[in-house]
């Protein structure tokens, strides 16, 4: 849905203050417990920020690119953890139903993930099919109505709490690569898949990642997502999508942390003045704020023609790889600006700068987004695009 400008600023308002209110003072307990409580867990639904990215025909906010990378520039402003319980959800846990689906399983699944009493979760990533994710091994043979899927899944966000997955496999053992895969929505409490416990993870605590396994679990064959052998473009369609609403959450989490060291920086002295007056430490907040300009501007811009009908799978690669990039500097800067306190637990900057190391790997390295953009680049000079 296109907004106007007043319902976007209320909503990017609503969402400032609830992050501010609400999450910003509970980030050292999340940290600590490696839970987000329940209770914000009931306002994220009561928000609406669940189906963000579901039409509204299914309950969803159905909101537009450009809208929805607003919302996420207010959700980075704190620990991303808390973003993590409503990202899949919003991003790779349902899109491939929102892009692909059909008409049934959008009425079947939608509603829920829409209004949070369903979790939506993505699994692609395999023990042995990381950055290749054309060489996934978990296989799913037809077997009249049904796929019979056997293989484990890894790292897979929010697996433990997920009621449904979009699962890719291996539809045809014989075809290697990306044309041998298809993609499954498939219930969590399909017998023969089991989850695994969650990983000990460096930073994101509160967000939890799992192997979840396939023994001989059977799948409806009218759980298909898209064609046979169409999988792996679902997946990289529901990425091209997912990597810019990461790069958003990366500006919203350099934008926090720009603020913490600006405001230490005019509290703290030493050599008989602020920091904030010492030009070295001026020079760590100016490139810092210039950075994240220029991210939020590329977003802006990606998401808008993303909106428009273009295909950005250049330009969210683009964004994925700057941004996340970005904030990696950003954090290693507000270390340095706090000093020793920047490395100690009891001011939090550690700890934002161990969560962003994973924006760096997670829905593609940034290896995966210079790939990426080299190819684009590559297939529009062939087309005399360039
Ligand atoms: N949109 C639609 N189709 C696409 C596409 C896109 N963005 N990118 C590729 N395709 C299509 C191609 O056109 C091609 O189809 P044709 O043969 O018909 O032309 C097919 O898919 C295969 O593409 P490639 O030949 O480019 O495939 P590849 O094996 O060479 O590699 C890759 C592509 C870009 C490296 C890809 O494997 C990739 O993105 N890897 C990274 C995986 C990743 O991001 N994993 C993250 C997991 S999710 C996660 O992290 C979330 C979590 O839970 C934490």
Known sequence: MA???????????????????????????VGDEDKVPGSIVAEMKELGLFGLAVPEEYGGLGLDMETECLVAFELGRTSPAFRSVVGTNIGIGSQALVLFGTQEQKTRWLPGIASGDLVASFALTEPEAGS???GLKTRAIRDGEHYVLNGTKRYITNANVADVFTVMARTDPDTPGAK???AFVVPADTPGLSVGAPEKKM?????????????DARVPAENRIGAEGEGFKVAMSVLDKGRLHIS????GVAERLIREMV???????????????????????????AETYAARCMIMDAARRRDAGERVTMLASSCKLFASEMVGRV???????FGGAGYVADYGIERFYRDVRIFRLYEGTTQIQQIVVARE???????GEL
């Open 248 to 251: 958003a959450v990366c500006v």
């Open 3 to 29: 907004f106007d400008d007043e319902i976007r600023a209320q909503l990017v308002e609503t969402v400032h203050r609830f992050v501010a209110e609400k999450c910003v003072p509970l980030e050292g307990q």
């Open 331 to 337: 954090a290693d800067r507000a270390v340095q600006v």
């Open 180 to 182: 041998g895969v298809s």
């Open 132 to 134: 290749d994710a054309a």
């Open 263 to 289: 405001n230490y920086a005019l509290e703290r002295e030493q050599f008989g003045k602020p920091l904030a007056e010492h030009q070295l430490i001026q020079a760590m907040m100016a490139d810092s704020q």
């Open 377 to 383: 680049l590559a297939r529009a000079a062939q087309k």
């Open 203 to 215: 930073g994101q605590q509160g967000a939890h990642i799992c192997d979840v396994n396939f023994d």
